[in-house]
Structures are given as structure tokens and as C-alpha cells.
């Protein structure tokens, strides 16, 4: 049921703009003139076949979305090397695609961002700890030679580490490469930007006390799956899912509830029940199932630990990536780790080894331990829309959620994949750490903003103009409504 808090309403309306706001210099994402130019002047930027030379200066130029406009400040842009008038950088988490080309040789400028992020990148690539600027979560803080603005990180519902930043300060330098000047730097008038990286939204970012019922100039937007037949479920609700499965395999209880008369439903019951033990030794194997759960580097932890909770046991990873667990300062996932394979009843893997023979080859490893095997592959690509989903045509923003949050998601929606075997089960687990086209929506409904930058998907202008049209729904959405936050199930997730 939709959460009853006075935070929200009914139906998903938006603050209208405020009176005497600029909105003529900032909305409209990718129609004006000087949008158009920008976005062609970053394509030439990221030309994959661009190659270092004396004559275009040795560095790839930084596209404008990267660095924050009025403001010496870049974000998640350290493919770039040195960037002209920058004073800091800044990065939302410790995903490569995002810390390209960051190593030990760095020495551009300082780094900020989350204690946790910090850690990993001073562990796994080197980069000398007098660089690195870890801030704390929820306060805002001033960051030296930027001209007065101050940054707020917020938790991103992404993996460890990573963090929105709510930037607010004046406008007072054009840093970057881009040839397109903003006309207030010198002015007197205070910007509001909110980065957000990769997350995963949740109702918990617009109802935060640095978010809340203010104006955002900027958003910086992580549009990864800004498309309708992305809307996948809850994470809340797909951690539970895998979390009672994995109970009820290693139980050996039913997979499904059974009818109001005591009828079990048709599962996969007989895949996993054993038979014909012989003695003690044959008994006391065949009761033993090893879950094993793909993962990337960083990310899908919340997953591991329901799971481990959900049975009681310990979690074992190879040493590599353990170090890097240990990195991100969780004690509660501190506490689960082991050393020993037996001891620990979840495996992590790479996400890669789930969907392949190498899966099996590390089963292989373990028998006359463990009888069987159960395998997680959570990621968002795994997701396809219910059947008899129609994502070509959308009347309204409104239907879509309601439908989207009409939906649950159970054990029950777990199925085998069709290489499963009755000794290793494989699960593909619409999971994502990214936020859903339905997400993005109720984020983007849910904030009074100004203008709103995709970072995701813009190497090509047929796909910026699909994201440019979702964007121009969302604004005509909003000016339609009176303000508030869109009705949410609970608070982490709409």
C-alpha cells in the first residue's frame, strides 16, 4: 500500500516553478541553440577514436556535462586528466567507468568524495592518500578554492561508497573545455545543483532535509534505463525474493505457498529433493546446498547479506575480494565474511562466471561437500516486462506508476533459467543498483528543478532526443500539478 505520510499525495503532480525563476535560461534541455551546439561540441569529445596528440594538447576534452557550470568543479571526470580551471574533483563512486584513468600518477587536484569510496580507491588503484578528500554524508561542507560553494553527499541507493552531491554556491569562473559561457558567473545569485551519479531513487532523495521542498537548477541525471520497458521491481522487494528462496531450497520446504484447501502448487519442488541416501556420511552431504551469488567489484551487497541472514551462515570470497569488501567499512558484512569454502554456505563470484560453464568448474571444486548448487545473476538486463505489457504508448506518467506500483514481486517470480539442472540451479534476479524508468519518473516529478542534464546514453543524438522527450514530459507533468511529492509504498522505494 502507498505510504500515508504527509509527504505525499495522491497522485504524482509536482511543484510548480517558483515565480521569477529563471526558467528561460535553464529549462528546455536540449532545445535551444547553444544546447544543440554543446551536446556536438561533447560527441566530438567522446569520439571513440580520438587518440592523444601534441596537437590537440595530449587529453581528451571534458564534455560540458562534466564539469559544473559557473563552478571549478568536475565530477566523475578523471579521463580527462587536467582540465582547465579546475580546482576539484569529484567522484560519486568506485565504479571504473566512472574513475577512467584515475591511478597512482594522479596529481591534477583533489579528490573528494565519500570515506568509503576513499578507501577503495586508495586500495585498488594506488592513488597516493594526499589527494583524496573524504567527506562526511547528510552536512553540508565547503570546498576550498571553489569560490564559497559548499557540497552535501548524500547516500545514493547505488553500491558502497556511493553518494549523490548537492552543490550550492555562486557562479564565479567558465572552467572546462567547452566554448559555452554561462552569463551569470560574477552575479550575485546562489546555484543549487544535485549530481546524482549512478542511484537508484528512492523517495528518501527528494524527502532529504538538503532536497526538500527546494529549487534544483541542475539536476545531473543518471539515465541508464530511461526507457518504459525498464521498469523493474522494487529492490526491497527482489532482496526479500532471493533471500526466502534461498531459505526455502537449503530448508527443503515448498517454493510456492499452497492453496486455501492444502494443494501445493506445480513448482520446482522436485528439482531440488533427494533421494535414496544411503548412509550417514551420503546424508549429511546430501542436506547441504551452496548458494553462489554473482557480483560485480562493488555493488550487489545487499543482496549477499539477506541471503546469508535469511540461512544462518557465513560468506566466503576469494582474498582479492575480500580486501575489497573489507574497503567499505560495512561490519555487518565485516562479521559474515570467512576464509573457509565449508564454513561459508554463500559463494561470491564474479556476476560473469554465474551465466557460464565456469559456474559448473567451480561447483566441480566443492564436491562431496555440498550436493547441489544454487546460483543468483542479479542485474537490471536480466529484467523483461510482464507479458502483455505495451511500453509504445504511455497516455499519461500517472498510468505508469500506477501500474508499476500495482505489482509485488515474491520468490515465486523466481524461476530456473533453461540450463538448469536439478544439481545447479541458475536464477536470473532482475536486480539493479541503477534506478527504473518508473523511478526516474517519480524522482523527476517528486523535485522542483530548472533544467535537467542527462549523463547517460549521449553518444548519440537519436538517443539524446528519445531521453530530451521523456524530459519535456516530465516538465509539462509537473506544471500541471500543484506541488508534492509522488505517493510512495514506503519510503525507500516508490
Request: aromatic share 10%; hydrophobic share 35%; net charge positive.
Amino acid at each position: 500500500m502507498p505510504h500515508a505520510g504527509s509527504s505525499a499525495i495522491p497522485h504524482p503532480v509536482l511543484r510548480k516553478s517558483s515565480p521569477g525563476s529563471d526558467a528561460s535560461a535553464f529549462s528546455m534541455l536540449m532545445s535551444s541553440y547553444k544546447e544543440v551546439a554543446a551536446w556536438k561540441e561533447a560527441s566530438a569529445a567522446e569520439d571513440r577514436n580520438f587518440r592523444p596528440t601534441r596537437a590537440n594538447g595530449g587529453r581528451r576534452h571534458a564534455p560540458f556535462y562534466k564539469v559544473l557550470q559557473g563552478m571549478p568543479i568536475a565530477v566523475d571526470a578523471f579521463r580527462y586528466g587536467t582540465i582547465p580551471g579546475i580546482t576539484a574533483y569529484f567522484l560519486t563512486h568506485a565504479h571504473s567507468d566512472h574513475y577512467t584513468n584515475l591511478s597512482s600518477n594522479w596529481k591534477s587536484g583533489p579528490i573528494y568524495c565519500s570515506e568509503g569510496t576513499a578507501n577503495l580507491i586508495v586500495h585498488m588503484l594506488g592513488v597516493d592518500r594526499k589527494w583524496v578528500r573524504p567527506l562526511p554524508m547528510d552536512v553540508p561542507t565547503v570546498v576550498p578554492d571553489t569560490g564559497g560553494v559548499s557540497v552535501t553527499l548524500i547516500e545514493a541507493n547505488h553500491c558502497p561508497g556511493s553518494c549523490l552531491f548537492l552543490f550550492e554556491g555562486p557562479q564565479t569562473v567558465n572552467a572546462g573545455d567547452s566554448a559555452y559561457s554561462s552569463p551569470f558567473v560574477g552575479s550575485k545569485r546562489m546555484f543549487r545543483y544535485l549530481h546524482c551519479g549512478d542511484f537508484r531513487a528512492s523517495p528518501q532523495h527528494v524527502l532529504h532535509p538538503s532536497v526538500k521542498n527546494k529549487r534544483i537548477d541542475h539536476v545531473y541525471l543518471d539515465t541508464t534505463y530511461l526507457d518504459p520497458k525498464y521498469c523493474f521491481p522494487p529492490q526491497p522487494q527482489v532482496i526479500a525474493a532471493c533471500a526466502e528462496l534461498a531459505r526455502r531450497i537449503v530448508r527443503g520446504e515448498p517454493l510456492e505457498d499452497g492453496d486455501p484447501k492444502g494443494k501445493q502448487k506445480e513448482t520446482m519442488d522436485s528439482w531440488v529433493t533427494v533421494h535414496e541416501k544411503t548412509d550417514k556420511k551420503e546424508e549429511s552431504i546430501a542436506g547441504r546446498v551452496l548458494v553462489i551469488v554473482g557480483t560485480y567489484s562493488i555493488g550487489k551487497e545487499r543482496i549477499v547479506k539477506a541471503i546469508a541472514r535469511a540461512l544462518g551462515t557465513k560468506v566466503f570470497c576469494d582474498s582479492r575480494k575480500e580486501a575489497i569488501l573489507r574497503c567499505e567499512a560495512d561490519l555487518e558484512l565485516d562479521a559474515l565474511l570467512t576464509r573457509d569454502p565449508l564454513e561459508g554456505g554463500v559463494h561470491l563470484v564474479p556476476l560473469g562466471v554465474i551465466a557460464s560453464d565456469r559456474l559448473k568448474d567451480y561447483v566441480a571444486r566443492f564436491k562431496g561437500h555440498y550436493s547441489r548448487a544454487i546460483g543468483f545473476r542479479p542485474t537490471g538486463w536480466t529484467y523483461t516486462p510482464p507479458s502483455g505489457t505495451d511500453t509504445s504508448n504511455i497516455p499519461s506518467l500517472l498510468s505508469l506508476i500506477k501500474r508499476a506500483q500495482s505489482r509485488t514481486y515474491t520468490c515465486a517470480n523466481l524461476r530456473p533459467t533453461k540450463n538448469s539442472s536439478p544439481c545447479l540451479q541458475v536464477y536470473g534476479v532482475p536486480y539493479s543498483e541503477h534506478s527504473s524508468f518508473f523511478e526516474l519518473s517519480a524522482f523527476a516529478l517528486s523535485l522542483d528543478w530548472g533544467r535537467m542534464i542527462a549523463t547517460v546514453n549521449v553518444g548519440s543524438e537519436s538517443g539524446r532526443k528519445k531521453m530530451g522527450r521523456w524530459i519535456e514530459r516530465w516538465e509539462a507533468e509537473r506544471k500541471k500539478g500543484g506541488g508534492g511529492v509522488v505517493q510512495y509504498r514506503a519510503p525507500d522505494y516508490w
